[in-house]
């Protein structure tokens, strides 16, 4: 981490391209298309107002960029428009409507979630799946730490999430376990890696990439001021493919604030609800109406009762957001 980025080609004027491997205070790492590292600053003209980074680069964006001439840094001098992006509820800013994006051009999104120590959070994997399926992305769950629990919840908490249609792998990373499955869904893809602080994210990522620290570790910037890789999604690449396998690790979450969804449309963000019904009322909100065809599937067992409690808790959440989402947005006569 200590030492200097590698110095700068000296093809001045040359224009390069590669993927956005880290965004830190005041530039980026990029691995380029020969799978070399470089820290270059950005063209303001490419920033967000106020010259931040921001939302206007990530980490997965695609990029050109020209070598600085003597000892100086690189520069971006322009980026590629994005296929899609992952983004949440900027932090405290769930109600205005702002918010924060975390990585672009993904192929596939995988949870990793602890089923003991910390136990299970249904409630954070659900907000993860629900954005998902309104970015239109992908979604993989790992359930990790399963050395922990016994296979009757094992099987319960993979079978709550299968039934929704994600596919679903059971990990004890130490030992190896589960680890080659999850490595050949990832072949080939750039998978954006999310989960709660401690769920053995960072361990199992080691496992797969033993060499993860030392691929972007080394390269800091110039300033000596750049974020510690834990701190900023960071962009790794597995094997070079084609296509190549890349995995984006992110820090670890505590809270996740949902983007300003319709509350109408929340059902039809849970999988396993589409084509049910229908209810009773054409507006029915799924909680306490006679008539409710979600409620009779739940109550018949096929839909997970803590999917459902989900679903009733986010509703709620939106509910609540959406007047003041509205009273903050109004235009000034």
Partial sequence: MGRRPPRPRKQVGVS??????????????????????????VRKRLMDPGARLGNAIVAGDRVTFEAGEDDGPAVVTGIAPRRNRFERAASGAAASGRTQITAANLDQVLAVAALMDPPLREGLLDR??????????PLLVAFSKADLIGPAEVTAARALYERAGYPTYVLAALEGRGVPELGAALAGKRTLVIGHSGVGKSTLLNVLVPSLGLKIGEVNARTGRGRHTTTAATLVRIAEGPPPTEVIDTPGVRAFGLLPIGVAGLARLFPEWRGRGPCRFADCAHRDEPGCALKEAVAEG???AERYASYVRLRDELEHAAPRRSRGTKTRR
């Avoid at 993860?128 to 992305?137: H, I, K, P, R, S």
């Fill in 16 to 41: 390069l391209s590669g993927v956005v491997a880290r965004v830190d205070l005041q530039g980026v790492v990029v691995l380029d298309d020969a799978g070399a590292l470089t820290w270059a600053t």
């Fill in 128 to 137: 993860f799946a629900v954005t998902c399926e309104a970015l239109g992305l």
């Fill in 302 to 304: 096929a839909i997970g």
